[in-house]
């Protein structure tokens, strides 16, 4: 007997200080690519799922990038994976990930690369279990004998199989006499399932006889296990081994034939299929894995194990056929098909050395190249090296980061509005041959486009495509913004690549004020008001309102008014006698629209008269408690999102158990009374039905809540740059501040997100001492018990701002400038902060600096108790 090394054809580390065991190689055509050859999936207990795809120019050779497929990290420690007809509907292979309490069932797909990056793969999560307990080990096959898809057998670690019928849990049973969880495999043959107990006995279950064994379940309940009818669940056969076994595997290379191999801790076991043993082996070593893999001889199964001792051993049923020597100890052993190499040994190591191996010996191709006596020509490598580095200094004086040919858009995307709002017609235009554009239109709900998605035929060279689209309002409230993306993504061929390189192309417009609002009698009387004060003269509305005001009136229009389509009537009074403007409605979200309209056509109307020194400023008060109305409403409305979900999964669980009940009563060959089990079963659906609709209806009403509050978190943006004069990084901060989410959802909402944005810029750019700044933030955000905290930190915000805080991203606040106060007024003195009192209704949270009164201030008062105090009283 020689004794080999085992040839290293390709192999690798994966990562540091990870851990493997058994189940975490696994080896097969994972992304159906249909060319037989396998790849190899590996998971650890860090959490990292990799696929790979060895193929070494060289055995031998370093591994390549290339050779990584993918590699993404999951939340839980992968116990074991494995490959197989998991989903329904298709006979595609799909990967199953077993982590502890959650099975997950990924698709593995691959595209082609435009760019010489490669092919790209990814993983699609088709369905997920959650584990209600901890999960060992599992096997598949078709159960039953059904055909063309396999089911997933899990076992827990306190004794129970939990079946699953891919997207659905079927059921669970406890395995009698269970003490530690041992290896589980599945024959197809007898339809059984295979393990090895605490008793060092080997096992065996027919699946026959675990669907129609008492549920799980039902384990305990004692009053039902006298009424129902389940069967106990019996053993097939046993067989005492009197060891404790290492792994098992059912192994079918003969058609009709399947044996069942057993690897103990000293001995190697074969079993027909009803336990009768066929042959065993004492083992000299300890072995640590296994894996039967093909039948040479007609009647003989091979055999690797792989033992302690850095050892492979080649078995023909109990004969040894070969000993190799591999480098280290493996967990798991795999034989895998690698392009033209078949029957590679694949073995992974318990600290993650990946390794793709065969036996044997390799012949010496080696040949000694022949000399070439050719002279070398000294001139001609001068002029070639010359020309080389004129190329290279041409190269270097370019410091443009794109070439010339990028400087001027490959292709412009323009959009242009209607007057009459019937349709909005948008335009691209190619200068260079563009492959497979298409065109993406976005605008914020509650709006919404008749068409968002267009694809088109190739482009030729200065050719053009038009598509006309019309945008409409789509629910029953005003939108916080009035304004859309354009976004054409298409392909540049060049030389190197003809199937194109990606690119994209975009443009933003703006809809007519039109859109959502129509003209309407002016209201004398509304709840909400704010002035907006200019340097300049008050202009006629017909001049800058034609679109709303009616020619007839002339130059005499001093009020206008807008009724808006989901919400109140606004209206916009210029003052005759001095140079201001008023805006009044009775919802404060609806104000913003019209503010923000009135100051942008006023600063294109002075723009146009090249007048460079217009500017508007705001020096009432803050609608602070009118803002913090929709802050309370927009979260009672989370609140009760949250308890109609909690409300929803009780009643979903007790239908759910109530439908087991029934099953178990109609399985039942002895009829019993349901005992009014139809009757609550009936109810619970209505009761599902009840809540289902109120959660629908709830969040209909947070989706508008939430568009009214990003209205009114708009306005009160607005304000405080036109009361602070903000510069328009300030103004940027403060939209990142209080604008950080473009939808609500329950796990992240607004409340929680600007509370951290607001309390971090108080410790940091607007605080006022290194105490402050010392504080630490929480890195993890959760839905609040209230919306106190928020309101008092914003109140607190707009304090500090008031008393000349500087909006920056630097967190050094000696280096803090006041800003200037509107009307050339000094910052308000905090003694006036902390003894004004708060008239109940309101809606005066910072007076105008020319309407503060001074106040003596409370002795013996700090000034962040002060601030404190003030913000209790708020």
């Known amino acids: ?221 004692t009053e039902q296990r006298k009424l129902s009818s389940g069967k106990k669940l019996v053993v097939d056969w046993v067989l005492n081994i009197g060891e404790q076994a290492l792994d098992i595997c059912v192994a079918s290379f003969n058609q009709g034939v399947s044996s069942v191999f057993v690897l103990g801790e000293r001995n190697f076991f074969c079993l027909k299929d009803n336990g009768q043993i066929r042959f065993m082996k004492k083992l000299d070593y300890s072995p640590s894995c296994f894996i039967p893999y093909c039948s040479v001889r007609e009647g003989t199964i091979n055999t690797l194990i792989a033992n302690h001792n850095k050892m492979l051993n080649v078995y023909q049923d109990v004969t040894l056929k070969w000993a190799t020597q591999i480098p280290c100890i493996p967990v798991s052993v795999k034989v895998a098909n690698f392009q033209d190499l078949k029957g590679v040994i694949v073995t992974l190591s318990d600290d993650g050395h990946l390794q793709c191996s065969y036996l044997g010996t390799d012949p010496s191709l080696f040949q000694a190249p022949k000399v070439d006596s050719r002279e070398i020509n000294y001139e001609e490598m001068n002029a070639e090296m010359k020309e080389l580095q004129k190329i290279i200094r041409e190269a270097t004086k370019t410091q443009d980061i794109l070439p010339e040919s990028e400087k001027q858009r490959d292709v412009t995307v323009t959009a242009e509005v209607s007057p009459d709002l019937d349709e909005e017609s948008i335009t691209i235009q190619s200068r260079v041959t563009a492959q497979k554009p298409s065109l993406a239109v976005c605008v914020q709900a509650p709006l919404a486009v008749t068409c968002d998605q267009f694809v088109f035929n190739d482009l030729e060279p200065d050719s053009s495509e038009t598509v006309v689209l019309s945008v409409f309002l789509k629910e029953n409230c005003s939108p916080p913004e009035l304004e859309g993306t354009c976004m054409v993504s298409y392909n540049i061929p060049t030389e190197l690549n003809p199937e194109g390189i990606p690119r994209v192309s975009q443009c933003n417009f703006s809809l007519p004020l039109k859109l959502v609002c129509i003209p ?98 705001f020096s009432g008060s803050i609608p602070l408690q009118e803002y913090f109305e929709l802050i309370d409403r927009h979260f009672e409305l989370r609140l009760n999102a949250e308890k109609y979900q909690e409300m929803l999964s009780e009643r979903a669980v007790q239908f759910r158990a109530i439908e087991r009940r029934l099953l178990t009563r109609f399985k039942d060959k002895t009829p019993a009374p349901l005992q009014h089990l139809d009757t609550l079963l009936e109810g619970t659906f209505r009761e599902v039905i009840a809540l289902a609709d109120a959660a629908e209806e709830n969040q209909a009403n947070m989706f508008q809540a939430f568009a009214k509050l990003k209205s009114a978190t708009h306005l009160l943006i607005m304000l405080i740059s036109l009361w602070q004069k903000l510069s328009t990084d300030q103004i940027a901060i403060l939209e990142a501040t209080f604008l950080p989410l473009a939808e609500d959802t329950q796990e992240l909402g607004w409340e929680e997100t600007v509370d951290a944005a607001v309390s971090y810029l108080l410790r940091t750019c607007l605080s006022k001492s290194s105490k402050e700044q010392a504080l630490t933030l929480s890195s993890q955000l959760s839905m609040p018990k209230d919306t106190s905290r928020l309101k008092k930190n914003i109140t607190l915000f707009c304090d500090r701002l008031a008393k000349g805080g500087r909006l920056s991203l630097s967190t050094d606040s000696a280096t803090q400038q006041a800003v200037v106060m509107p009307g050339g007024c000094a910052t308000i003195p905090e003694s006036d902060l902390e003894e004004r009192t708060i008239i109940p209704g309101s809606t005066a949270m910072f007076a105008s600096h020319g309407q503060t009164t001074k106040q003596k201030s409370k002795p013996g008062l700090s000034e962040d108790a002060a601030e404190e105090t003030k913000s209790h009283e708020l």
């Not at 696994?26 to 790979?52: H, P, T």
């Not at 003052?575 to 404060?588: E, F, V």
């Open 1 to 221: 007997m020689s004794l080999f090394k085992a040839r290293d054809w390709w192999s690798t580390i994966l990562g540091e200080k990870e851990e493997f065991d058994q189940g975490c190689l696994c080896v097969a055509d994972v992304d159906n690519s249909g060319s037989g050859q396998d790849k190899v999936i590996v998971g650890s207990y860090k959490g990292y799922l990799r696929i790979f795809n060895p193929h070494p120019v060289k055995p031998g050779d370093e591994v390549q990038p290339e050779d990584l497929l993918l590699e993404v990290q999951l939340r839980e420690p992968i116990l074991q994976v494995e490959v197989g007809k998991f989903v329904s509907g298709t006979e595609g292979l799909h990967l199953a990930v077993l982590h502890c309490r959650k099975l997950c069932v990924y698709a593995v797909s691959g595209t082609q690369g435009n760019v010489e990056h490669g092919n790209q793969y990814q993983i699609k999560l088709m369905y997920e279990h959650n584990l209600q307990r901890t999960a060992c080990n599992m096997t598949y096959g078709p159960f039953g004998g059904v055909k063309g898809r396999d089911l997933i057998c899990i076992q827990s670690m306190d004794g129970m199989l939990m079946l699953f019928e891919q997207e659905s849990y079927a059921f669970g049973r406890f395995l009698p006499g269970f003490l530690l969880p041992g290896p589980l495999a599945y024959s197809s043959r007898t339809d059984s399932f295979i393990t090895v107990s605490s008793c060092q006995q080997v096992e065996s279950y027919k699946y026959q006889v675990l669907a129609f064994a008492t549920d799980a379940d039902e384990r305990h309940d």
């Open 520 to 617: 309407a009698q002016p209201s004398k009387s509304a709840s909400h008001k704010i002035t907006i004060d200019t340097n300049k003269p008050p202009i006629s509305f017909i001049t800058i309102f034609p679109d709303f005001v009616d020619p007839s009136e002339g130059d005499q229009a001093n009020a206008l008014g807008f009724q808006f389509l989901a919400g109140s009537k606004t209206t916009l009074l210029a003052s005759k006698t001095s140079q201001r403007y008023r805006i009044q409605s009775d919802q404060l979200e609806d104000l913003w629209l019209v503010t923000k309209e009135l100051i942008c056509r006023l600063e294109e109307h002075f723009r146009k008269q090249n007048c460079k020194d217009f500017a508007c400023t």
